[in-house]
């Protein structure tokens, strides 16, 4: 079994900062790619940001220059700095990564149960 466990959610003021962090745990074999989406109340969700096991990160315009994803391959966790939040920021985050389980040949996707953001004054 492989499990997402997420943290660092909360309510923010405009402006502010907060730090997720996603640590992947179980038997694991090699992790792909780490990131993490958002889905905020009547929208669909979309991808936030996401960083591939050779280096490469994509950001959504909306989050370029904010908010940075990093990660820990030696801890199988990923990190997405939040900086500069705005209202609109405010959503539901997920963290997801595209795993190899251990004794599988084939990548699976994996989700985080969420961890809601707030940003209000």
């Known amino acids: 079994q492989v499990q997402l466990v997420e943290s660092g959610g909360g309510l923010v003021q405009p402006g502010g900062s907060l730090r997720l962090s996603c640590a992947a745990s179980?038997?694991?074999?090699?992790?792909?790619?780490m990131g993490w989406y958002r889905q905020a109340p009547g929208n669909e969700r979309e991808l936030v940001a996401r960083?591939?096991?050779?280096?490469?990160?994509n950001y959504a315009d909306s989050v370029k220059g904010r908010f940075t994803n990093s990660r820990d391959n030696a801890k199988n966790t990923v990190y997405l700095q939040m900086n500069s939040l705005k209202v609109e920021d405010t959503a539901v985050y997920y963290c997801?990564?595209?795993?190899?389980?251990?004794?599988?040949?084939?990548?699976?996707?994996?989700w985080g149960q969420g961890t809601q953001v707030t940003v209000s004054s």
């Open positions: 960083s591939t096991s050779g280096g490469t990160t």
């Open positions: 179980g038997s694991i074999r090699n992790i792909d790619t």
């Open positions: 997801y990564a595209i795993i190899t389980p251990t004794g599988w040949s084939n990548t699976r996707q994996y």
